[in-house]
Structure formats: structure tokens, C-alpha cells
């Protein structure tokens, strides 16, 4: 079956500018969590939602926002880019929102703020 | 709050040696362990997880890792690599009740040699 699937792979954007991501989960899977992997900082926890709701949020300032529609697939937002927020975002889905269940990473898409 | 460390950064091995990755976790209650794996150029693939049972978890590819509880340790070991093992490894835990977001360690580069 498919995996998950992100788009755009890739992105370049200004300073000031927001962005929006996409994530499409693997069928069947309810649950999607965002995580943004950078050189410094490796990787950290945005958000998860399930069913609809966001379910935990991670440390990060309210410009980074998302949400999650009938159909389980994603999108987070990032309004007024900074330079600092250029990595790699990660969408991961799992069957349930339960600790114990494995999560089926995207190939991620990269945004480069400039 | 969950915290991971992988002490190794970055390994250097030749074809058919050994490999031990130290990852060390800091929780105050039961949590979920993972090793996923991220070749070049392609996204987090899960390794092998640890819920509950054996300490010793096998995984794909030859690899296992033994929890420690004694310790907060979750080591992954392969006894002989291959060139193709070369890619970076990241532990992760999540809570067994509650929060489901994973937290990751910094991540270690292997490199092996032909």
C-alpha cells in the first residue's frame, strides 16, 4: 500500500512570507504527527492531530499551526518565516493515536527560507 | 520531561565489523523504544521497538537492540555490517500512556567502508 506522501518535496521561500505543507497519510491511519529535523536541533515535535483534533503540541511559537481533515490528511502552516525555520518537516502516521504504535515516516519536504 | 542520548556521532566502521550504538533515555515512567534508520536520501524507517516482554527485540536487517532498565539503555548492535548499513541511526521513546509524540536522540552517522 502507499506510504505517506508529502508535498511539495521542496520549497523555497522569502522572509516574511507563510507556507503551508501538505501530509497524506497511509490509508486507514488516523493519527499524523508533524516534526521538523535540523542540523542543530535534530529532530523535535510540532503537533499531532487525530480525527480532526489536535491531540499534543510541541514547543514551538504560534506561528506554526495545523490541521487535520475528514479524510486523516494534513497540512501545517508557517506564517512569517523566519531564516531559522529552513529544514526538513516530516510527516509520520500510525494506525492509532496509542504510545505503543509504530509511526510510517514521509519522505519530509524541505524549506529553505532565504 | 523525556530527554535521549546518543553519545556516538559519528562511527566509522569497515565491512564486517562489529557495531554497538549507545542510546540512553531519561523518563520518569514506562515508555515505548525505538531505532529507526534514515539511508541517504530516503525517509525514517523503523529498525526495531520495544513495548514489552523480552528485552531483546530483533529487528529487519540483522539488527537488535536489548532495553536495560537498570541502565535507561537501549543499545542497537549488529555483530558484522555491511556497506549498505551506512545511513543514520536515531533512538527514540515515547510514554506508554499519554502523550504519543515521539522525542528523538541527535542521531548517529555510520559510515561503513568497503
Known amino acids: 500500500k502507499a506510504g505517506v506522501t508529502q508535498t511539495p518535496r521542496y520549497l523555497i521561500k522569502t522572509r516574511g512570507q507563510q507556507v503551508t505543507l501538505s501530509c497524506s497519510p497511509i490509508s486507514g491511519h488516523r493519527s499524523v504527527s508533524w516534526y521538523q529535523q535540523t542540523p542543530g536541533q535534530g529532530l523535535q515535535f510540532l503537533f499531532e492531530?487525530?480525527?480532526?483534533?489536535?491531540?499534543n503540541k510541541g514547543n514551538f511559537p504560534g506561528r506554526f499551526s495545523g490541521r487535520q481533515f475528514s479524510n486523516s490528511r494534513s497540512e501545517m502552516n508557517v506564517s512569517t518565516l523566519e531564516l531559522g525555520d529552513s529544514a526538513l518537516y516530516l510527516c509520520?502516521?500510525?494506525?492509532?493515536?496509542?504510545?505503543?504504535?509504530?509511526?510510517?515516516f514521509g519522505q519530509g519536504t524541505r524549506l529553505t527560507v532565504v | 520531561a523525556q530527554s535521549v542520548s546518543q553519545h556516538n556521532h559519528h562511527v566509522i566502521l569497515s565491512e564486517a565489523a562489529s557495531l554497538e550504538l549507545g542510546c540512553n533515555y531519561s523518563?520518569?515512567?514506562?515508555?515505548?523504544l525505538f531505532w529507526y534508520v534514515q539511508y541517504p536520501g530516503q525517509h525514517l524507517q523503523l529498525l526495531l521497538k520495544y513495548f514489552s516482554g523480552d528485552p531483546l527485540v530483533k529487528g529487519i536487517k540483522g539488527f537488535e537492540a536489548e532495553f536495560i532498565k537498570s541502565k535507561f539503555s537501549f543499545n542497537l548492535r549488529k555483530p558484522s555490517v555491511q556497506w549498505s548499513d551506512t545511513a543514520e541511526y536515531f533512538c527514540?521513546?515515547?510514554?506508554?500512556?499519554?502523550?504519543?509524540?515521539?522525542?528523538f536522540g541527535s542521531g548517529t552517522r555510520l559510515q561503513v567502508q568497503p
Open positions: 523518563y520518569g515512567g514506562t515508555v515505548n
Open positions: 527514540a521513546v515515547n510514554a506508554r500512556t499519554g502523550r504519543r509524540a515521539l522525542t
Open positions: 509520520a502516521s500510525s494506525l492509532e493515536s496509542a504510545p505503543g504504535t509504530e509511526a510510517f
Open positions: 492531530y487525530f480525527s480532526e483534533t489536535q491531540r
